[in-house]
Nanobody, 123 residues
Framework: QVLLAESGGGLVQAGDSLRLSCAHA????????MGWFRQAPGKEREFVAA????????MYADSVKGRFTISRDNAKNTMYLQMNSLKPEDTAVYYC????????????????WGQGTQVTVSS
C-alpha cells in the first residue's frame, strides 16, 4: 500500500513563498515519476509540475513556470514543491501523486494520490 502525505500548506500573502512536501510511504519510491496537481474551488484539478525518478527531469504548467520548482530526495522518499512569488490565483488544494509513467501532465497516468494540503494566497 502506497501512502502519500502532503504538508507545508498555509495562508500567505501575495509575493510570499511556501514549500510543500510530499512524503511517500510503502513500496518503492522509485523508479516512478511524481507530480503535483491543484484544485481551486469550483474548478477542475489541474497539473502543476512533475519530476522523473532518474535525472530529475521536470515539467511545469505555464502558469507556474519560473515561480515554482519541483524536486525530490529519493533517499528520504520525499518530493517538494518550492513556490515563490505566490499569487492569489495559486490558491487551491495541492495534491501530490505517483505516476505510472516516466512523468506526465495527465491525471490518468497517476495511480496514487495524497489527501491534499490547502494553500491560500491573500492579495
Amino acid at each position: 500500500q502506497v501512502l502519500l502525505a502532503e504538508s507545508g500548506g498555509g495562508l500567505v500573502q501575495a509575493g510570499d513563498s511556501l514549500r510543500l512536501s510530499c512524503a511517500h510511504a510503502g513500496p518503492a519510491f522509485g523508479p516512478y515519476g511524481m507530480g503535483w496537481f491543484r484544485q481551486a474551488p469550483g474548478k477542475e484539478r489541474e497539473f502543476v509540475a512533475a519530476i522523473t525518478w532518474v535525472n530529475g527531469g521536470t515539467m511545469y504548467a505555464d502558469s507556474v513556470k519560473g515561480r515554482f520548482t519541483i524536486s525530490r530526495d529519493n533517499a528520504k522518499n520525499t518530493m517538494y514543491l518550492q513556490m515563490n512569488s505566490l499569487k492569489p490565483e495559486d490558491t487551491a488544494v495541492y495534491y501530490c501523486a505517483r505516476s505510472r509513467a516516466l512523468y506526465s501532465r495527465e491525471m490518468g497516468e497517476y495511480d496514487y494520490w495524497g489527501q491534499g494540503t490547502q494553500v491560500t494566497v491573500s492579495s
